[in-house]
């Protein structure tokens, strides 16, 4: 089956400092990569979604200069979390659509957890 | 405007019981149904996902059913066990476009011996 790998797992940085998050598709091409966003106990809000070689669209309230998204080949994404406060403590993952002969549908990265001291 | 509604918020089911899971939906171009389970610090896994021409799909100790009509769907978990204590989230999309799933606010269950 199709498979995405996202790392780091977790990761804690100081304030003011920026985070990458890597989404990497293992055994297809991530033509679309969705990220979304999930605070402790609540559901997985969209974030975005980036299109290889394109700009990101960002969903309304999600600030595109904060939340940097690169999508610059078919098997990695990029989320880069800039000038991180504590509010941006989050559960990040990330997830691509995979079609094929044997398989359909959305596949999940493990997430990441991040922590902003 | 919340597009996939989800019910209960929570749950708790005794050991080989039948937990029961229900979501309603807006869209009505949606026509892909897939439901996740999440562990604590994972990301979702699917566990079943059905189109809506078929009205119930079944995968082992898990079985969707569809109501097109209504626009409804829930996941039943037969024998419910409690290593299937977990989040659940129902989902939805469009089976031919590029788009993401629009997900419901989950269920936690907690399954009790």
């Known amino acids: 089956g199709a498979v995405v790998s996202q790392h780091p797992s977790w990761v804690i940085c100081k304030s003011g400092t920026s985070v990458k998050i890597e989404c990497r598709s293992l055994?297809?091409?991530?033509?679309?990569m969705f990220w979304y966003r999930q605070f402790p106990k609540q559901s997985l809000m969209l974030m975005a979604t980036s299109n290889e070689g394109s700009k990101a669209t960002y969903e309304q309230g999600v600030e595109k200069d904060k939340f940097l998204i690169n999508h610059a080949s078919l098997t990695l994404s990029t989320l880069t979390v800039t000038s991180a406060h504590p509010e941006d403590s989050s559960f990040y993952i990330c997830?691509?659509?995979?079609?094929?002969?044997?398989?359909?549908?959305?596949?999940f990265g493990s997430g990441t957890r991040l922590t902003v001291v | 405007q919340q597009q996939v509604k989800q019910s209960p918020q929570s749950l708790i089911v005794q050991k080989g019981g039948i937990s029961i899971i229900n979501c309603a939906y807006e869209n009505t171009a949606f026509d892909y149904f897939p439901w996740y389970q999440q562990f604590p610090g994972k990301g979702p896994a699917l566990l079943i996902a059905?189109?809506?021409?078929?009205s119930e799909k079944k995968e082992g100790r898990f079985t969707i059913s569809f109501n097109k009509s209504a626009k409804q769907f829930s996941l039943h978990i037969m024998d419910s066990q409690p290593g299937d204590s977990a989040t659940y989230f129902c989902a939805a999309s469009m089976y031919s476009g590029n788009t993401p799933l629009v997900f419901g606010k989950g269920t936690r269950l907690s399954v009790i011996a």
């Open positions: 997830s691509s659509r995979s079609r094929g002969p044997a398989f359909y549908g959305y596949t």
């Open positions: 055994d297809f091409q991530a033509t679309t």
């Open positions: 059905i189109r809506p021409d078929v």
